[in-house]
């Protein structure tokens, strides 16, 4: 009886079992999740112990332009992650013309934030913030905001680059609903990271 | 037509109302931020409150736009446990006295 059940099913120690009921792109993306999520963890933590450590830590964020971008920014990279999820619901329903769709305005989504996020850094290095240097004289300011910032701006970028790779094999009849939906967790982490950096970093130090 | 798309699946989960109700939320929340932004409060007590709101904005964003919620639960068991668990020795441990910036106080803004 056993063992005729263990023939049906295939042994546990054999292999072919998924513990999780999910394929292995999608674990597979959930673990690099989880490691990226460390790595942003560090980098948050540190700037949050520099800003919290120096009582005259800079705060070089005005209204406008920069609150207005960033809260802007913000609202268009949750807006993208509405049109993901809506891109991984089309392609559930096997409507690859409007998953092509929905994934073209996720990442023209992430171009504007990247757009309105370049312009942002232009206006500080005007005002003498670069990596290396600020106008208060603190360079570890400039250092840990562009890296923060600039590592995520990577991540938007690659995300955006995926989204079209994945948009482009959806349009010519390649690719799955589960590579879509695994895209579309990688979008949603780099949505969810923004959410910790916009506040952490920008409403931490607006000019008072 | 078959299901060929969500065959794997076999739970087709969420409508765009709720997608939509969540996204009005994540919005709301973000709104309640940068409000706080403009409060004067004291930075140690204003980094908590923001990181808490964050913390519930990434739980809607893992539980609805990333699905964790119609995963099986040992998925969620596997994933999210160790990450805290790491997140929170992180800060213990990133720097010899992470934590005793809390006690010495950072002082005016």
């Given at each position: 009886?056993?063992?005729?059940?263990?023939?049906a099913?295939?042994?546990?120690w054999?292999g072919?079992?998924?513990?999780?009921a999910t394929?292995s792109?999608?674990?597979?993306m959930?673990l690099?999740?989880?490691?990226?999520?460390?790595?942003?963890?560090?980098v948050l933590l540190?700037?949050?112990?520099?800003?919290?450590?120096?009582?005259?830590?800079?705060?070089p964020?005005?209204?406008?332009?920069?609150?207005?971008?960033?809260?802007?920014?913000?609202l268009?990279?949750?807006?993208?992650?509405?049109?993901m999820?809506?891109?991984?619901?089309?392609?559930?329903r096997?409507d690859?013309?409007?998953?092509?769709r929905w994934?073209?305005?996720?990442a023209?989504?992430?171009v504007?934030?990247?757009?309105?996020?370049?312009?942002?850094?232009?206006e500080?290095?005007?005002?003498?913030y670069?990596?290396?240097s600020?106008p208060?004289?603190?360079?570890?300011?400039?250092?840990?905001f562009f890296?923060?910032?600039g590592?995520?701006?990577l991540?938007?970028?690659?995300g955006?680059?995926?989204?079209?790779f994945i948009a482009?094999?959806?349009?010519?009849?390649?690719?799955?609903?589960d590579d879509?939906?695994?895209?579309?967790?990688?979008?949603h982490?780099?949505?969810?990271?923004?959410?910790f950096?916009?506040p952490?970093?920008?409403?931490m130090?607006i000019?008072s | 037509?078959s299901?060929?798309?969500?065959?794997?699946e076999g739970?087709?989960?969420?409508?765009?109302?709720?997608?939509?109700?969540?996204w009005v939320?994540?919005?709301?929340?973000?709104?309640i931020?940068?409000?706080l932004?403009y409060?004067?409060l004291q930075?140690?007590l204003?980094?908590?409150l923001?990181?808490?709101?964050?913390?519930?904005?990434?739980?809607?964003?893992?539980?609805?736009?990333?699905?964790l919620?119609y995963?099986r639960?040992?998925?969620?068991l596997f994933?999210?446990?160790?990450?805290?668990?790491?997140?929170?020795?992180?800060?213990i441990?990133?720097f010899?006295?992470?934590?005793?910036?809390?006690?010495?106080?950072?002082?005016a803004?």
């Amino acid at each position: 009886m056993h063992q005729a059940k263990e023939a049906a099913l295939g042994s546990l120690w054999s292999g072919g079992t998924a513990p999780f009921a999910t394929h292995s792109k999608k674990l597979g993306m959930w673990l690099f999740i989880v490691s990226d999520t460390l790595t942003f963890s560090a980098v948050l933590l540190a700037y949050s112990y520099l800003r919290l450590a120096n009582p005259d830590w800079p705060r070089p964020f005005h209204f406008y332009p920069a609150i207005v971008k960033s809260t802007g920014m913000t609202l268009v990279l949750l807006a993208s992650s509405l049109t993901m999820v809506l891109g991984v619901a089309a392609m559930h329903r096997n409507d690859r013309k409007s998953t092509v769709r929905w994934l073209l305005a996720t990442a023209l989504g992430g171009v504007i934030f990247v757009g309105l996020h370049m312009t942002e850094w232009v206006e500080l290095f005007h005002e003498g913030y670069t990596p290396w240097s600020t106008p208060e004289g603190m360079p570890l300011f400039g250092a840990t905001f562009f890296g923060t910032t600039g590592l995520h701006m990577l991540h938007v970028s690659i995300g955006v680059l995926y989204l079209l790779f994945i948009a482009v094999g959806i349009g010519r009849g390649k690719f799955t609903a589960d590579d879509v939906e695994v895209s579309g967790l990688y979008w949603h982490f780099v949505d969810l990271v923004w959410m910790f950096v916009f506040p952490m970093i920008y409403l931490m130090s607006i000019q008072s | 037509m078959s299901t060929h798309g969500g065959g794997s699946e076999g739970h087709q989960v969420g409508s765009t109302k709720l997608f939509v109700t969540v996204w009005v939320w994540l919005a709301l929340v973000t709104g309640i931020e940068v409000f706080l932004g403009y409060e004067q409060l004291q930075p140690v007590l204003m980094l908590t409150l923001l990181v808490i709101l964050s913390i519930g904005k990434a739980a809607l964003i893992v539980a609805y736009f990333m699905h964790l919620k119609y995963e099986r639960f040992s998925l969620t068991l596997f994933l999210v446990p160790p990450t805290i668990f790491c997140i929170v020795m992180i800060c213990i441990f990133f720097f010899p006295d992470s934590l005793r910036i809390l006690q010495l106080g950072p002082g005016a803004p």
